[in-house]
């Protein structure tokens, strides 16, 4: 057996909590984790939000985000224990030897430089290519990632691409160097099903090409059992279970890895249509400020009180966009939007305070979708303050009950966001469009973020709300699982128009349209080979075409 690339043994990662009222602790937050890592191998870990996943992987740069320190144990890299190299010798092994994708691009990307500049930037700092080079190195991964326009791509600014090809953008990055690691934080969770099959069996080409090994780090095991060689099951801060993709996904020896196979248990009952809508688009055509083309084509589609409408389709599809418009925040060109009966104006500052507080929005990235300054409990409690005039001790009691809602408890209500896991975020983020008592609720990929029981859990309480305060939902999503347990209808978008639109039966029902097909034939399977399956298949109907 080779000498191991990275080789982590006994890691005890600690930070500092500052309970409200009490002195400052230390708290555990990783402890007793070891594993090794051989070139040309990924290792996927894979866990529950919070458990530690993310952490560890950053240790493999011996580096502790947010306070966290490393206090314990040994990470080798290449021959070398990266815990004792000084300031120069971890500036030269970050971003050159060991390179990271992380779980949110929009908020690594710095939004004021080309993305061009920013993906080469690490290669040329370290000596790794010449400025040509390394420009030439982006545009191949551009095309090998199935990034539009692959030669002119790098000339765009972040906030000029959907957030599925930044988040591509994010891989190129850490793969220009032709580092010897790669740590792979989340790094499909902000896209598309179809788009995440290319992108897997890019990540995987470039791993095989390279011999670059890699942590991937997800809570999607379906996901991560289609690229990895091993799997480590984290449960907080602890190695549940260690074992080959192959024994993780088929014998499960563990009681959490077992729930972890067989999650997405929501069984949920189609509402037929037939109601009061509360929300009809009609026509609604749009195009971005200053541009000459339209980025929604002619879309109508209606929802009814106390159902869900699930918006799918590949990333720029123009499913967020169709919500910018919903919510004023983009006036249609043409076309228009009512609500509850009532034709809502189409710019943001026509609509009334009950407009706004009837129709809410959770955003997809929560990472740059809250003050960072500003605590849980303030977070959540604005709305609280705004729409119905709750302050003090009142104010607090319902952001302690919306925090009971939302699993998290009293614990976070001073904690600020730096100080939570990306699940925890978004869970934040739940609760703050909950409080405002909203008739419809946007969620735009509101379980991406969460590993899936905690994004099981979440649905539940959304469809226990449904049924007790008569709310609906129009789910923003990519996620075809997450369709069918909780979609009563489903409108499917592909370039800014309604290609398919229906009840859920009648949507998820051949005979499909070859758009449908592709998305249904892309969502993972808890199988081994699923991906070179998909891949194969598709290859041979190209050729056939």
Same mark, same amino acid.
């Given at each position: 057996m080779a000498d191991p690339l990275l080789k982590v043994r006994d890691l005890k990662i600690e930070a500092t909590a500052y309970p409200p009222g009490e002195p400052p602790q230390d708290i555990t937050i990783?402890?007793?984790?070891?594993?090794?890592?051989?070139?040309?191998?990924?290792? !996927?870990?894979?866990?529950?939000?919070?458990?530690?996943?993310?952490?560890?992987?950053?240790?493999?740069?011996?580096?502790?985000?947010?306070?966290? #320190?490393?206090? !314990? !144990?040994?990470?080798?890299?290449?021959? &070398? =224990?990266?815990?004792?190299?000084?300031?120069?010798?971890?500036? &030269?092994? #970050?971003?050159?030897?060991?390179?990271?994708? %992380?779980?949110? %691009?929009? %908020?690594?990307?710095? $939004?004021?430089?080309?993305i061009m500049d920013q993906v080469i930037e690490a290669t040329i700092i370290h000596g790794r290519a010449s400025r040509q080079a390394a420009h030439?190195?982006?545009? %191949?991964?551009? +095309?090998?990632? +199935?990034?539009?326009?692959?030669?002119?791509?790098?000339? #765009?600014?972040?906030?000029?691409? +959907? !957030?599925?090809?930044?988040? #591509?953008?994010?891989t190129a990055l850490a793969l220009c160097p032709e580092p010897e690691l790669v740590i792979f934080d989340e790094p499909t969770t902000a896209l598309d099903v179809t788009t995440q099959i290319d992108v897997l069996a890019a990540i995987k080409d470039a791993i095989r090409d390279t011999g670059v090994a890699a942590l991937y780090i997800t809570h999607d095991l379906a996901v991560v059992?289609?690229?990895? =060689? =091993?799997?480590?099951?984290?449960?907080?801060?602890?190695?549940v279970e260690y074992g080959t993709a192959e024994q993780i996904i088929n014998a499960p020896r563990e009681d959490y890895t077992r729930a972890l196979v067989s999650v997405r248990s929501i069984r949920h009952e189609e509402k037929q249509?037939?109601? =009061?809508?509360?929300?009809e688009v009609s026509n609604v055509t749009a195009r971005y400020k200053g541009t000459k083309f339209d980025v929604l084509h002619d879309v109508s589609v209606a929802l009814d009180a106390g159902q869900t409408l699930a918006v799918v389709g590949e990333s720029g599809s123009g499913k967020s966009t169709l919500a910018r418009v919903i919510t004023g925040l983009l006036p249609p060109a043409h076309g228009q939007i009512a609500f509850a009966g009532r034709r809502l104006s189409p710019d943001l500052a026509g609509r009334t305070r009950d407009d706004l507080r009837e129709v809410q929005m959770i955003y997809q990235m929560a990472d740059v979708a809250m003050n960072p300054r500003q605590t849980v409990g303030t977070i959540i409690g604005r709305p609280l303050q705004f729409y119905f005039g709750h302050r003090g001790a009142e104010k607090r009691r319902r952001v302690t009950e919306l925090l009971e809602k939302i699993e998290l408890g009293t614990g976070y209500i001073d904690r600020y966001p730096a100080e939570l896991s990306g699940g925890q975020k978004q869970r934040v983020c739940i609760a703050r469009a909950l409080a405002a008592e909203p008739r419809m609720i946007i969620c735009d990929e509101v379980t991406s973020a969460l590993d899936p029981l905690v994004a099981d859990g979440i649905l539940k309480l959304l469809l226990d709300l449904q049924k007790i305060e008569n709310v609906a939902y129009l789910f923003i999503t990519h996620d075809l699982a997450t369709v069918r347990a909780i979609a009563d209808s489903i409108a499917v978008m592909y370039q800014g128009r309604v290609v398919r639109y229906g009840t859920k039966s009648q949507v998820l029902s051949? $005979?499909?349209d070859d758009y449908t097909d592709l998305l249904l034939s892309s969502v993972p399977e808890m199988k081994l080979g699923w991906l070179e399956e998909v891949i194969a298949h598709r290859k041979m109907e190209s050729a056939g075409h």
């Open positions: 990783v402890e007793g984790v070891s594993f090794a890592l051989e070139k040309g191998r990924v290792l !996927g870990l894979i866990g529950e939000s919070g458990a530690g996943k993310s952490t560890i992987g950053l240790s493999a740069m011996a580096y502790g985000r947010g306070g966290v #320190r490393i206090t !314990g !144990g040994e990470v080798w890299v290449n021959g &070398r =224990d990266v815990l004792k190299l000084g300031t120069a010798g971890l500036r &030269r092994l #970050r971003g050159a030897e060991v390179s990271y994708v %992380a779980q949110s %691009a929009a %908020a690594a990307f710095n $939004p004021a430089r080309k030439a190195r982006a545009v %191949a991964l551009f +095309s090998k990632l +199935s990034l539009p326009e692959p030669e002119t791509f790098g000339d #765009r600014y972040p906030h000029q691409v +959907s !957030g599925g090809q930044l988040q #591509r953008a994010m059992a289609q690229v990895s =060689d =091993d799997i480590m099951v984290l449960q907080g801060g602890h190695q249509p037939g109601g =009061d809508p509360v929300l051949p $005979p499909f």
